[in-house]
């Protein structure tokens, strides 16, 4: 493949790539960007979390980046963790969890769920539910969450429906704006970072290249 002069050529890739890198290094004529560049810092992963309603000490916010090396999505899950319903902790081999309705609406008192108990080191493809067996275990595990819950600012668990959910507005990163500009040829945007049509007056104007042949509708 030949390309004119002044190109730019971008690869992104898992593993590096069959090319003489050490010799584009050494020329100057490649820009990398790895993990590391990708990664948030902590005031990036404090902005995100705190948007999730997560807010975090120092210290802890330095940990919680820690385990999940900075990724956005490892972050937003952590947040997505404690303010979801679902709930679990592992501690000394065992694990005590909670498996609530996909649907918030579906949601029951959250203080009236099911905990179910593991032992990770004899079970861990987590198959027999231990719970009747080891009640001691299981209350001690419960108040090591809700321990930890507290001091991640974990609490109070959601428990709106799905139509409060979708009808409240998302907290953003980035400043508030009322324009959203898509263009042709790029990415598909998650619904998590997408404009909120709900409950706002909106106009949606397009910009259209039409064939001569084209008939039908839009």
Not at 84 to 94: D, E, P, Q, Y
Request: aromatic share 6%; hydrophobic share 40%.
């Amino acid at each position: 493949m030949r390309l004119p002069a002044g190109s730019q050529l971008l690869l992104a890739s898992r593993r590096m790539p069959p090319l003489p890198v050490a010799l584009l290094r050494a020329q100057g004529q490649m820009a990398e960007i790895g993990a590391d560049q990708l990664a948030m810092d902590e005031q990036e992963a404090r902005a995100l979390l705190e948007g999730a309603g997560i807010g975090l000490a120092d210290a802890d916010l330095t940990e919680v980046r820690r385990r999940t090396e900075g990724w956005p999505v490892g972050l937003y899950l952590a947040a997505l963790a404690v303010k979801l319903g679902s709930r679990a902790i592992w501690h000394k081999g065992w694990k005590a969890v909670i498996a609530v309705p996909a649907a918030p609406g579906g949601w029951p008192d959250h203080m009236q769920d099911r905990w179910e108990l593991y032992d990770t080191t004899k079970d861990p493809t987590e198959l027999h539910d231990l719970a009747d067996q080891h009640p001691g275990k299981l209350q001690e595990l419960i108040a090591l969450w809700f321990y930890e819950a507290g001091r991640y600012n974990g609490l109070p668990i959601e428990s709106r429906t799905a139509v409060e959910i979708l009808t409240t507005p998302r907290p953003e990163v980035g400043k508030p704006r009322d324009r959203y500009a898509y263009h042709p040829d790029c990415a598909e945007v998650p619904e998590a970072a997408a404009v909120v049509p709900q409950g706002r007056q909106a106009q949606v104007r397009l910009q259209l290249r039409r064939d001569r042949r084209a008939d039908g509708r839009l």
